[in-house]
């Protein structure tokens, strides 16, 4: 079976509070975007789970992702684990706040139902992905979705009207974990209105959605990735943009467009500044 695993990204992202468990509360709007890995599924008929990238440098065997939401789709149907080759063409960038590893364990949760007819509904499926990371619920269902909770907890929202999105993947990486430490000691310069988010995708209204896009881990980052992150934002409002922002932990960068020349113009000029820069459109 050949399935596509689709990036997300955050069209707001609020985090609450830091839950006792350890995790924080946060309540984000997600989007998906036509930036896909593209993954094969095959029976290979040893009994052994195996997983291959084009990567090399990304676990392989049962610390993938991927294979981990195969086992945890097997002990949710009582059945043991079987012998399935999984490989993976990665075009998502990796470590890049766009939840590649979380979208390509959903896809195969995705693919696996559907070659055993679908004994599991979408919901059943998101709570069997949420074992295997707080992203791959929405990675399940998709789309548009207002997310709360530690991300697991989902609303289904109207479409993001349908538009260009230019996606920049400046070349540094990010700590998640230490991005979440440094969350809770920053001070906050404002938050996102994701209720006029949500008013606004109700109204169809693109525009009024692209103003409120907003991620407070854009206060957390250091100085200079900080610098850098507001760099890539106003070349894309400079270039057309309706609105910018960082996705997930970051470091990447998007911005929404309703013209495609512009959109373009703007994937161009932004591939001089990073070479994982690319133009896509809303799923």
């Given at each position: 079976?050949?399935?596509?695993?689709?990036?997300?990204?955050?069209?707001?992202?609020?985090?609450?509070?830091?839950?006792?468990?350890?995790?924080?509360?946060?309540?984000?709007?997600?989007?998906?975007?036509?930036?896909?890995?593209?993954?094969?599924?095959?029976?290979?008929?040893?009994?052994?789970?195996?997983?291959?990238?084009?990567?090399?440098?990304?676990?392989?065997?049962?610390?993938?992702?991927?294979?981990?939401?195969?086992?945890?789709?097997?002990?949710?149907?009582?059945?043991?684990?079987?012998?399935?080759?999984?490989?993976?063409?990665?075009?998502?960038?990796?470590?890049?706040?766009?939840?590649?590893?979380?979208?390509?364990?959903?896809?195969?949760?995705?693919?696996?139902?559907?070659?055993?007819?679908?004994?599991?509904?979408?919901?059943?499926?998101?709570?069997?992905?949420?074992?295997?990371?707080?992203?791959?619920?929405?990675?399940?269902?998709?789309?548009?979705?207002?997310?709360?909770?530690?991300?697991?907890v989902l609303t289904p929202l109207p479409a993001l009207p349908r538009c260009w999105v230019v996606v920049c993947k400046p070349e540094f990486a990010i700590s998640t974990p230490a991005l979440f430490a440094r969350i809770d000691s920053v001070r906050l310069r404002r938050r996102p209105d994701t209720r006029g988010a949500v008013e606004a995708l109700e109204a169809g209204d693109l525009v009024e959605t692209a103003r409120r896009l907003y991620n407070v881990f854009e206060d957390a980052l250091p100085e200079r990735q900080r610098d850098r992150v507001f760099a890539l934002?106003?070349?894309?409002?400079?270039?057309?943009?309706?609105?910018?922002?960082?996705?997930?932990?970051?470091?990447?960068?998007?911005?929404?467009?309703?013209?495609?020349?512009?959109?373009?113009?703007?994937?161009?000029?932004?591939?001089?500044?990073?070479?994982?820069?690319?133009?896509?459109?809303?799923?």
């Amino acid at each position: 079976m050949e399935v596509q695993a689709f990036a997300k990204l955050n069209l707001t992202l609020d985090v609450l509070r830091k839950r006792p468990d350890g995790y924080h509360d946060l309540r984000m709007i997600m989007q998906s975007i036509t930036l896909a890995d593209e993954l094969t599924l095959e029976e290979n008929g040893t009994g052994e789970l195996r997983v291959h990238s084009d990567l090399r440098f990304l676990p392989v065997g049962e610390k993938n992702l991927a294979a981990q939401a195969a086992l945890r789709y097997w002990q949710a149907r009582g059945l043991p684990p079987q012998g399935l080759d999984i490989a993976i063409r990665k075009r998502i960038p990796v470590c890049a706040g766009m939840g590649g590893g979380s979208s390509d364990a959903a896809a195969v949760l995705r693919a696996l139902n559907q070659r055993d007819g679908s004994p599991f509904s979408v919901e059943e499926l998101a709570r069997i992905g949420e074992q295997v990371g707080a992203d791959v619920p929405y990675c399940v269902l998709g789309g548009t979705a207002l997310a709360e909770g530690k991300g697991e907890v989902l609303t289904p929202l109207p479409a993001l009207p349908r538009c260009w999105v230019v996606v920049c993947k400046p070349e540094f990486a990010i700590s998640t974990p230490a991005l979440f430490a440094r969350i809770d000691s920053v001070r906050l310069r404002r938050r996102p209105d994701t209720r006029g988010a949500v008013e606004a995708l109700e109204a169809g209204d693109l525009v009024e959605t692209a103003r409120r896009l907003y991620n407070v881990f854009e206060d957390a980052l250091p100085e200079r990735q900080r610098d850098r992150v507001f760099a890539l934002k106003n070349l894309l409002i400079g270039g057309g943009a309706l609105g910018a922002s960082m996705s997930g932990t970051g470091p990447t960068v998007y911005g929404l467009f309703d013209r495609e020349d512009r959109a373009r113009e703007a994937c161009a000029r932004l591939s001089q500044e990073s070479r994982e820069t690319f133009l896509c459109r809303t799923v």
